[in-house]
T-cell receptor, first 115, second 111 residues
Framework: AQSVTQLDSQVPVFEEAPVELRCNYS??????LFWYVQYPNQGLQLLLK??????LVKGINGFEAEFNKSQTSFHLRKPSVHISDTAEYFC?????????????FGAGTRLAVHP | DAMVIQNPRYQVTQFGKPVTLSCSQT?????MYWYQQKSSQAPKLLFH???????NEADTPDNFQSRRPNTSFCFLDIRSPGLGDAAMYLC??????????FGPGTRLTVT
């Protein structure tokens, strides 16, 4: 069975500081990995994804993540955050099954950017 | 712009009164999903349609049903809403096993 652990439920950070949101996964098969962002009362927006190839993945809004197979991690990073990055961030894992992707989400990390 | 649309954005219903939530897409994706997201929790998959084939998650209550009359539309029916069904309901679509695109969600309140 697949699972996702987001190690921090909340991450407070000052504006223009770097941030890392941690994600570990477990799976016995090859996986796809995703980071989604959710602003209050909104749906989920895809930040970035790892399907195969380069382990460093660049996404929207200046975010990037690194897939580390040996540590089963997919941590999200941004070198300099803005107030507008305040949101909930979800890491998710999936594997292709019967022609569709079943996403397993972590519990989420609330990023709070302070001035 | 191609997108996933959910109506209404906010829905209030009474305890036990049937309610239907709507999702439409202009992406022409063949898979449509419904998720339930309770406050401060991760989204939880309820079911999905692969084309016309309905696939229910094992732990989805019988109170929740879905219809997909055509490629573009999918409905979530809650037959007898309880207070515990108050949540954000998210619709998503994908082209087969590619990434999912989410709608803005419908926040359901049960009074």
């Amino acid at each position: 069975a697949q699972s996702v652990t987001q190690l921090d439920s909340q991450v407070p950070v000052f504006e223009e500081a770097p941030v890392e949101l941690r994600c570990n996964y477990s799976s016995s098969v090859s996986v796809y990995l995703f980071w989604y962002v959710q602003y209050p009362n909104q749906g989920l927006q895809l930040l970035l994804k790892y399907l195969s190839g380069s382990t460093l993945v660049k996404g929207i809004n200046g975010f990037e993540a690194e897939f580390n197979k040996s540590q089963t991690s997919f941590h999200l990073r941004k070198p300099s955050v803005h107030i507008s990055d305040t949101a909930e961030y979800f890491c998710a894992v999936s594997s292709s099954s019967g022609g569709y992707n079943k996403l397993i989400f972590g519990a989420g990390t609330r990023l709070a950017v302070h001035p | 712009d191609a997108m996933v649309i959910q109506n209404p954005r906010y829905q209030v219903t009474q305890f036990g009164k049937p309610v239907t939530l709507s999702c439409s897409q202009t992406l022409n994706h063949n898979v449509m999903y419904w998720y339930q997201q309770k406050s401060s929790q991760a989204p939880k998959l309820l079911f999905h349609y692969y084309d016309k084939d309905f696939n229910n998650e094992a732990d989805t209550p019988d109170n929740f049903q879905s219809r997909r009359p055509n490629t573009s539309f999918c409905f979530l029916d809650i037959r007898s809403p309880g207070l515990g069904d108050a949540a954000m309901y998210l619709c998503a679509t994908s082209r087969a096993d590619y990434e999912q695109y989410f709608g803005p969600g419908t926040r359901l309140t049960v009074t």
